[in-house]
């Protein structure tokens, strides 16, 4: 479906994610449209030519219109947006997301979805320290992953389309895991990583670190500059991976600290070698 | 006296820190010297113009002649060079250092040395995460921080000296602490930084991670690909300070924890607001 440039596709939720989507598929020649907030956006996003048209209310023609629906929101307004104005999608529309949890919505929204829109779950793990549409971008996608999170209600249609999308958005890596898969997974990649960049951002606030900080306490709090309101929603919505990666942090944390207490070198010498070995997997390809 | 281009300048440890001295100093016209372990490396340096005369072994004229000794070794090698070799030193000679910590250092060094031959110590905080002289750039102290931590046994001259030595090299910042406020400040900057990587890098071996990292969790780690033998010695070598900096990250994570466990999200969106605000402070100026 989705290489048919003659589909429209409307954008819920026109902040950085959803004004980078604009930005990229606009290219392509898709009508786009987009409902949000704030009028102010949508003026912008017409004259940067992001979208064909915009509504701050849930204009029904927009909505019936769209074959596609990108949903670029919070989780709980997400879900209260489909429980609101699902009456309103066109018969045979295909929805799908960008929220970093996964199995708190995905089967939530499949459940109260009407039989004949087929939503399609999907990650786009890619972001920037600040938001907004007016900070979209369209080479934010480049070397980032996409990753689909079917379940058995979705058909094998809709999943082919979706990573399409992923790849037109311009995704180096476009994959699919299930809800479960993906939960685990970013509760230690991203989740976790965010709790270890805020703790060390606030453990200590002595006076005047900032004159003597190099890169390497720049880049471990890079992240540390955080939107409270979506992480917090975020952490919450996957509190029993979340507290699970941060016990297996905790505890080798704790290992790491007898070791210098009793300045087992060995110990940590090891330790570290297996760090700088497994970092290696890691590097960028 | 270092803005004399007719100074000798001797280097002691040709590794990434030592050659990347030589390789900015060589170009303000010092005669520059160095000892070091291999011969290959000697002989690299002097074929890139780096040095223009080393050996492998403690050589008597190299030493004798050398008006400033900038020793690039471990912490303990340092201490062992001294006590063998310092008679060979010459009288008058300034001897600094690049050693990342401070307190077990500095004092032991000034007692057990020669009263016509004065240290002044320095830490270069800058670093590569590959090593070897080979790797050695004159790009490397472009922005960092160069600290020079004094006791009440160093003369103003001496003191002045380093300094300049440091903006030479190209330090954005030359700054000086006492020793103990150097360990304090570097145990939470670095030692914990590199600490929180370590664990963060071996705390979750699952397999197929890497598939789907992104930038934050590879920022994170960047640092996690550490050399062992180096890094446990600096570790134990300021034991007591940076015991207490991962304390005080561990109370800090817990309280976040117990956040999340009760979904207290008023307490983690206060939490993320302290910990964006404070990193603000980190921004490269």
Not at 167 to 193: A, K
Request: charged share 25%.
């Amino acid at each position: 479906m989705i290489v048919d440039v003659s589909k429209r596709i409307l954008i819920v939720g026109l902040g950085l994610l959803g004004g980078s989507y604009a930005r990229v598929l606009k290219r392509f020649g898709f009508h786009i449209s987009a409902i949000t907030l704030s009028q102010s956006d949508i003026d912008y996003a017409i004259r940067e030519n992001l979208i064909d048209d915009g509504s701050t209310e849930p204009d029904e023609k927009l909505i019936g219109e769209a074959d596609l629906v990108i949903f670029a929101l919070y989780p709980h307004i997400f879900v209260e947006w489909i429980e609101t104005n699902q009456k309103l999608l066109k018969s045979g529309a295909l929805i799908t997301d960008v929220t970093g949890v996964k199995r708190s919505i995905v089967y939530q929204i499949q459940e109260m979805l009407r039989p004949d829109v087929e939503f399609i779950a999907a990650h786009p793990m890619a972001g920037r320290e600040v938001s907004g549409v007016e900070n979209s971008t369209d080479k934010m996608f480049i070397g980032a992953n996409y990753i689909v999170t079917p379940t058995d209600q979705n058909t094998p249609d809709a999943i082919q389309t979706c990573m399409e999308l992923g790849r037109l958005l311009g995704f180096s890596n476009v994959t699919t895991l299930s809800p479960e898969e993906h939960d685990e997974m970013i509760g230690f990649l991203s989740q976790l990583t965010h709790c270890i960049a805020i703790t060390l951002m606030t453990c200590n606030d002595k006076e005047n670190m900032e004159k003597f900080t190099g890169d390497s306490f720049r880049d471990l709090t890079r992240i540390a500059r955080i939107n409270d309101l979506m992480w917090s929603e975020l952490f919450v919505a996957n509190k029993d991976v979340l507290l699970e990666q941060m016990n297996l942090f905790i505890s080798k944390f704790n290992e790491l600290k007898t070791m210098l207490e009793t300045e087992d070198i060995d110990g940590m010498r090891e330790l570290m070698r297996h760090s700088t070995a497994r970092r290696a997997l890691f590097d960028k390809k």
